[in-house]
């Protein structure tokens, strides 16, 4: 597993979070869909949506937000419009602090 964390300033009308990373996991599981579910189960992560992420820019501002890729692929816009793509594939997991833009691009 590789891990990277990355601080993204404001931009346009993202804010992003001036003092978390964000933090990208390559690789954290490789079983499927039921690592993730039972993984967030343990920790009381509750509500779970499960059917991608947005194809517009958005950020949550008062929750964090962790993204499992459980299948497939992605290619995520990560901290606004000016941000950074990042390409993530099924294993792959994103813990995106308050304020953090995101978009899928496809």
């Known amino acids: 597993m590789n891990t990277e964390a ?23 599981f ?9 993984r967030f189960a343990a ?11 947005f194809d517009y820019q958005h950020y949550h501002s008062g929750a964090h937000e962790v993204l499992g890729i459980a299948l497939g692929r992605a290619t995520l816009l990560i901290g606004g419009p000016g941000g950074q793509e990042l390409d993530v594939i099924a294993g792959d997991c ?3 602090p308050a304020g953090t833009g995101h978009r899928n691009l496809g």
């Open 6 to 28: 990355i601080i993204f300033e404001p931009s346009d009308w993202v804010p992003n979070n001036p003092r978390l990373p964000v933090l990208l996991y390559r690789g954290l």
């Open 30 to 38: 490789d079983g499927g869909p039921t690592d993730f579910e039972s």
């Open 43 to 53: 920790n009381s992560w509750t509500g779970i949506w499960t059917n991608g992420v």
């Open 94 to 96: 994103l813990v995106l």
